[in-house]
């Protein structure tokens, strides 16, 4: 199977499940409301990440790819982030599943291996686990930038011949594009806990899997995913310091502050996704070239993003003082 079948039969997949949910069981579906600290105006249906995974599967189904442990564990998470969808579970039980699931991961992976450099892998999975739910809070945003991520993925392996792992990244993207369809401003849908979750866990099981084939350096995911990565860190980083609780929700993410601003859903999507072509592009180019050049790229490439940060704070400055007056 080429990497072009394994999208399309995946985003097919998904766009024809998410169509048949929105259409005969919209009335049934559990819904987000909005509050004073959502970006949208009314009820909106949060379990679309259904829709990702079935494309998937059938993907997987169709030859795409053997099914492989991390998405067996990433559906054992979306079975828990289900039930978190629909009933809210505590946040220690949330956390201890992705821990759980991030550790278990690891051990398969990597073991044999130094204690120390497994658990903060395992963290290191977590960690992006849980900020890929943090940016699910924008029309068009986490699946506009899965598609991005999980493309650059499957180029990467495939160009260096891990044709399995090529066509597993490559049916994660079309399942996103085939619910980009649905869930691009003005969204009908949303991806919930149940999308989200899975798919941080796999940017960050997947990412691990490549570096240990010797497909690409272990700062390649890291890079790929960066915008998520950055933005959601120093979010939180900054609530932390302000002794906030740095779990509850907010409207203090950098993509919230530019739709706050007035770029809207599709202007911060097209930000977005720019930010992550083109960390997606540095880390393709840089992941096999020497040392030197692989600093090269990940100095520049973070000092784009430290720039764009410190665009988007002064403008934030003036927005709140302007409104203020």
């Not at 690409?216 to 960066?226: G, Q």
């Not at 880390?283 to 940060?309: M, P, S, W």
Request: charged fraction near 10%; glycine fraction near 10%.
């Amino acid at each position: 199977m080429t990497l072009v079948a394994s999208l399309l039969i995946a985003a097919l997949g998904c766009a024809g499940v998410i169509w048949l949910m929105v259409r005969f069981y919209a009335a049934r579906l559990p819904l987000d409301h909005p509050n004073e600290r959502s970006l949208h105006a009314k009820p909106i249906p949060r379990i679309g990440g259904i829709g990702v995974l079935a494309g998937v599967v059938i993907a997987i189904a169709a030859g795409a790819a053997p099914f492989a442990p991390p998405f067996a564990i990433a559906l054992i998470l979306a079975g828990v982030s289900l039930i978190d969808d629909l009933h809210r579970l505590p946040p220690v039980l949330r956390l201890a599943a992705h821990l759980g699931a991030a550790a278990v991961t690891v051990w398969y992976v990597l073991s044999p291996m130094n204690a120390i450099e497994l658990v903060l892998l395992a963290l290191a999975i977590a960690w992006i686990t849980n900020l890929y739910n943090f940016m699910d809070g924008s029309d068009g945003l986490a699946a506009g930038m899965t598609i991005i991520g999980f493309g650059t993925y499957a180029l990467a392996a495939w160009l260096s011949g891990d044709t399995e792992l090529a066509l597993s990244c490559s049916a994660l993207a079309g399942a996103a594009l085939g619910f980009l369809v649905f869930n691009f401003h003005p969204a009908r849908v949303f991806l919930g806990d149940v999308g989200s979750i899975p798919l941080g866990f796999l940017a960050g099981a997947l990412g691990i899997v490549g570096w240990m084939g010797d497909v690409w350096p272990l700062w390649f995911p890291v890079l790929v995913f960066a915008p998520f990565i950055g933005d959601t860190t120093l979010t939180l980083i900054r609530r932390a310091v302000r002794r906030e609780r740095v779990w509850e929700a907010h409207r203090e993410h950098y993509y919230q502050r530019m739709v706050q601003m007035g770029l809207g859903h599709r202007g911060t999507a097209y930000v977005a996704y720019a930010l992550m072509a083109g960390c997606g592009a540095a880390a393709f180019y840089g992941r096999d070239e020497t040392l030197a050049v692989q600093l090269g790229v990940l100095a520049a490439a973070l000092a784009v993003l430290v720039a764009v940060a410190a665009w988007i704070d002064w403008r934030w400055f003036r927005h709140i003082h302007r409104d203020a007056r």
